[in-house]
């Protein structure tokens, strides 16, 4: 909408405000944009520039009015000039807007919502917060906090937190304007009702038209590149302290700062961001004591309207970007290397990981702050992952850079053309948050196949290739093997194996290849233990290779030859 088309949508709304509860809220000392707010009002007109011209061309042109007489749409009716005189709150008003609101802060939003900024992009500077104290806009606080964390995007979206004390400020206006005028349209319920639009709402309403010209950007609530606005008032900050330990105890969401996200400056600033959100209880908290107070309790501990306060509130402004999902399958054909960075006394096992190796190519390009690496099931450090691989997803932590699909495609020759060539990735592309929740669902549904090496004790007859060929969804018992007790709850656990297949090896009567079809299990629960099937773990895997041919086997090779899973095919 053009400015032109702004300001005529914006003078035709206020008109239409019943020019004596303007006057007293105005005089009360509660802003425009709030005004607009109680009333009703949920148009885009919060955007526009001339709010205050637009309000004293109410108070300087309207006829005077009774407001306890208004029709079924809230329009108020034309009464005696009478009221005019009536009205010594018309000088306040006026007086107010002339300040532009600067010299007290709105008794309601507390100055958010007049605080918000309208310049150009070339007004917007990198300075110093502290310099600027109160005076700094909620714009150039953003742009601010963009410029310093570098980010790249063509959307965005909000995550605004406000003071506790502007809930309780809201309930003791509601109450005083139900109390002195009874319309049953404007001001019906208890509390705060549906019909106030929310400050949150109003400050996106005010503040995203602004942005999206300033940054270029289009505002998007699915947007994974997020604004964090937290707005706070030390004044005020104990106001809500007369609701109890209802608001104030234990249900408080609790930030821990750099604790949380360890070395990642990014997310850590957003973290201690959070942190200053006032000590006074959680606003959920806040706004579930304000609900089961009853008006006359409220009236009796706060005044109704609040009172006004000397300063603004302080605006402080990060940004993040959401995890970001790249998705895919990697091939890995070394024997030794592990699938994530692998220690033990601090001495590090083989000579890399699939992580490290596909995170070394990927990670930099997005210039993120960390990352984590997730696979739908592992294979031991010796075991190769062939056939269509194993699927992966590499989670990036607050990404400043977002490559394109064709720079994914880049990305993954890059890994496919390492010389060493341990590791191969395909169908690298960005998924959904859903991609983690679809591959563990796949873990547990679908099926895995293997071939190993196997050597037994005595040489194998056809008869031994044929009854092993033969087997069919055959349930063994396994506990939990020697080699990972360290690090699994001692249990035992049903298996099946769905199939099995035998082939010779030429020239050697002692080892065969086997190859076996087995059922995909929960990641936590453990899946099949195929080397502890062929040998047995000394009796503790039951029925074994070794101990259905009555002689002992051996596993000399095993690799993972298909993994059927319905994810990025």
């Known amino acids: 909408m053009s400015h032109t088309a702004m300001d005529g949508s914006l003078q035709s709304v206020v008109t239409s405000l019943p020019p004596g509860v303007v006057e007293d809220l105005l005089s009360i000392g509660v802003c425009p944009r709030c005004i607009l707010r109680f009333l009703g009002v949920r148009e885009a007109v919060y955007s526009a520039t001339s709010l205050n011209h637009s309000f004293l061309y109410v108070l300087e042109n309207s006829k005077a009015v009774d407001v306890k007489e208004c029709d079924v749409t809230g329009m108020a009716i034309a009464h005696s000039e009478e009221h005019v005189r009536e009205h010594s709150s018309v000088q306040t008003s006026q007086t107010y807007l002339y300040q532009g609101c600067t010299s007290n802060p709105c008794v309601v939003c507390l100055g958010i919502l007049h605080t918000l900024g309208d310049f150009d992009k070339t007004d917007y500077s990198v300075g110093s917060m502290e310099d600027r104290g109160n005076r700094i806009s909620t714009a150039s606080c953003i742009v601010e906090a963009i410029q310093t964390e570098g980010h790249l995007f063509d959307t965005f979206s909000l995550e605004v937190t406000i003071p506790g004390a502007v809930f309780v400020r809201e309930t003791a206006l509601w109450l005083y304007l139900r109390q002195k005028y009874a319309s049953p349209i404007w001001f019906e319920g208890g509390f705060v009702n549906s019909n106030v639009v929310s400050l949150k709402e109003a400050l996106k309403w005010s503040t995203t038209d602004l942005l999206e010209r300033i940054l270029g950007a289009k505002f998007d609530t699915g947007s994974s590149f997020r604004i964090v606005l937290l707005y706070r008032h030390t004044e005020a900050s104990t106001e809500p302290n007369f609701l109890g330990s209802t608001a104030s105890g234990g249900n408080k969401r609790k930030w821990h700062g750099s604790n949380r996200n360890g070395n990642n400056p990014g997310l850590n600033r957003v973290d201690s961001i959070r942190s200053l959100c006032d000590s006074n209880g959680s606003l ?5 004591a304000l609900a089961s107070m009853s ?12 009172v006004k306060l000397h300063a603004l509130c302080e605006i402080v402004a990060g940004c993040y970007r959401s995890s970001i999902y790249i998705g895919g399958r990697y091939l890995k054909f070394s024997r030794n290397i592990s699938q994530s960075h692998w220690l033990i006394d601090e001495e590090r096992k083989g000579d890399g990981s699939v992580q490290e190796i596909i995170a070394d190519v990927v990670f930099p390009q997005f210039k993120a702050d960390t990352y984590k690496f997730h696979a739908a099931g592992r294979e031991d450090i010796d075991v190769r992952m062939l056939g269509n691989g194993r699927p992966f997803i590499l989670e990036i932590l607050n990404a400043r850079n977002l490559p394109s699909q064709e720079e994914l495609s880049k990305i993954e020759s890059s890994i496919n053309s390492l010389k060493e060539g341990w590791v191969k990735v395909r169908g ?3 998924v959904g948050s859903n991609a983690w929740d679809i591959m563990i669902q796949g873990e547990a549904e679908k099926q895995k196949q293997y071939t190993a090496v196997v050597w037994v004790s005595r040489p194998l007859s056809k008869a031994d290739f044929d009854f092993l060929s033969n087997l069919k969804e055959l349930e063994i018992q396994q506990k939990t093997p020697i080699r990972v007790l360290h690090r699994r709850s001692p249990l035992v656990r ?21 190859h076996l079809c087995t059922q995909v299990y929960w990641s936590y629960l453990a899946g099949t233990y195929i080397k502890e ?3 047995g773990d000394i009796g503790r895997t039951y029925p074994s290779i070794g101990s259905l041919l009555g002689c002992q086997a051996e596993i000399i090779q095993l690799d993972v030859t298909d993994i059927k899973m319905d994810f990025l095919n």
């Open 494 to 514: 049903s298996r099946t194996i769905h199939w099995a297949r035998c082939e010779e090896i030429a020239g050697s009567e002692q080892y065969f290849l086997l």
């Open 284 to 288: 959920a908290a806040i706004q579930r």
């Open 295 to 306: 008006s006359e309790s409220f009236q009796q501990q706060y005044p109704c309207p609040p």
């Open 533 to 535: 099937f062929v040998h």
């Open 428 to 430: 690298l592309r960005q």
